[in-house]
Nanobody, 121 residues
Framework: QVQLVESGGGLVRPGGSLRLSCTAS????????IGWFRQAPGKEREGVSC????????DYQDSLKGRFTISRDDAKNTVYLQMNELKPEDTAVYYC??????????????WGQGTQVTVSS
C-alpha cells in the first residue's frame, strides 16, 4: 500500500514559479503511474499531468503545456510538478494520485492530502 504526501505549495505572485513534490512511502514508485490533479474553489477536480515508466508522460491540458512539467526521481521515490509563469487561475489545491497506469489514476484509491497553491499579487 502506498502513501503519498504532497509539498511545495504556497503563495506566489503572478509570473512566479513553484515546484510541487509528491513523495511516496510504503512502496516504491517505480511501478506506479503518478498523476497530478488540481481543484479550484467551486470547480471540479481536473487532471494536470501523469507520468509512468510504461505510459511515459501524459499532459491532460494543452493550455498548461510549456508552463507545467512533470518529472520523477525514482531514487527519491518522488514525482515533481514544476510550475512556471503562474497565473491567478492556477490557484487550487493540487493533489497527486498513484495507480498502475495513467488510464486509471483519476479513479485511484491512493491520493495525497493536497497542497494549496495560491497565485496572487
Amino acid at each position: 500500500q502506498v502513501q503519498l504526501v504532497e509539498s511545495g505549495g504556497g503563495l506566489v505572485r503572478p509570473g512566479g514559479s513553484l515546484r510541487l513534490s509528491c513523495t511516496a512511502s510504503g512502496s516504491t514508485l517505480y511501478y506506479y503511474a503518478i498523476g497530478w490533479f488540481r481543484q479550484a474553489p467551486g470547480k471540479e477536480r481536473e487532471g494536470v499531468s501523469c507520468i509512468s515508466n510504461s505510459d511515459g508522460i501524459i499532459d491532460y491540458q494543452d493550455s498548461l503545456k510549456g508552463r507545467f512539467t512533470i518529472s520523477r526521481d525514482d531514487a527519491k521515490n518522488t514525482v515533481y510538478l514544476q510550475m512556471n509563469e503562474l497565473k491567478p487561475e492556477d490557484t487550487a489545491v493540487y493533489y497527486c494520485a498513484a495507480a498502475r497506469r495513467c488510464a486509471t489514476v483519476a479513479v485511484s484509491y491512493y491520493w495525497g492530502q493536497g497542497t494549496q497553491v495560491t497565485v496572487s499579487s
